[in-house]
Structure formats: structure tokens, C-alpha cells
């Protein structure tokens, strides 16, 4: 029924189009900037799951796995920018597209898997407890230096 796979290049147009559901006060990126962002994200280690209908991207998230020198050298995973089309919601895609991603990060030697979310995104939340996530384990801290748009 849905496609489920690691995106390419291909699919950065489709996936910023999902993400004006995600941030859709924002500006979109410039297409130029994000093609240069791309190759950075190719070049390490960092992988978007995507979940395709037809031919739109309807779900992805993306895990970074960060290289760590505690816990025997064991790294870190962090998946941010979570979304399912508003659409296709409470039908198990966004769920799969998180296994995608831990299943990478523990196939590729992380010790943990770390989520962040807006404090306020409380349905979110419950979806990430749902997926096996602990959402009161440790505390995040934020410093943001300005603006988007």
C-alpha cells in the first residue's frame, strides 16, 4: 500500500513540501540552499525515512547518529523533524517511520535513541510513549538564537 524507504535526493522537494505542515509559519527554505544542506546531510551521518503514497511523501522523520567517547564508544541517536501528513494520521505510518529509524540507530551501534518535541505538542507526546519513547527520563534544555523567517 505505502512505500517505505530511506530518502534520496530525489525526494527533497516532496519532503519540504510535507514540512509546511510541520512549521507552516515559517518561510519556506530556498530550494538552492536546501539542495547544498542535502549534500551535508549525505556526507554524515544522517538519514530521513520517508513514507510515500503514489507519489507524495506523506511521513518522515530523520535520525542523526552522532559518534560518542562514553559507553564503550557506543554512539548517539537523535530523531527530530517528526511528521505525518495530517491526512494519513492515526494509521500506523508515523509508528513505522519511528521503527525505521531506531531499528537504523541500533543497527549502527547506539546506545540510545534521544526525541525531542515542542512541550506543548502534549498528542505528540502520548504518540512518542506509544513508540516506546520515555518522556520522563531526562530533561532537554533549549538555547534558540533567533527567529526563522
Keep these: 500500500m505505502f512505500e ?5 535526493k530525489d525526494h527533497l522537494y516532496k519532503i519540504l513540501e510535507l514540512y509546511k505542515q510541520l512549521h507552516p509559519e515559517e518561510n519556506p527554505i530556498d530550494i ?3 539542495n547544498i544542506i542535502w549534500e551535508n546531510i549525505e556526507n554524515n551521518n544522517i538519514k530521513y525515512f520517508i513514507a510515500i503514497d ?4 506523506i511521513s518522515t522523520c530523520y535520525l542523526a547518529i552522532i559518534p560518542n567517547l562514553t ?8 530523531i527530530e523533524n517528526v511528521i505525518t501528513n495530517d ?5 500506523g505510518i508515523g509508528k513505522k517511520i519511528i ?6 540507530g541500533k543497527q549502527n551501534n547506539c546506545y540510545t535513541i534521544i526525541l525531542k518535541s515542542n512541550v506543548k505538542r502534549t498528542e505528540a507526546h502520548k504518540f512518542y510513549e506509544k513508540c516506546g519513547f520515555n518522556g520522563n527520563s531526562k530533561k532537554a ?7 526563522y523567517n
Excluded: P, T
Design 4 to 8: 517505505y524507504c530511506i530518502a534520496k
Design 141 to 147: 534544555f533549549e538555547l534558540k538564537f533567533e527567529e
Design 99 to 104: 521503527k525505521m529509524a531506531v531499528e537504523y
Design 54 to 57: 503514489k507519489e507524495n511523501i
Design 87 to 91: 491526512k494519513y494520521r492515526k494509521m
Design 32 to 34: 538552492n540552499k536546501a
Design 71 to 78: 559507553r564503550n564508544g557506543r554512539s548517539i541517536g537523535f
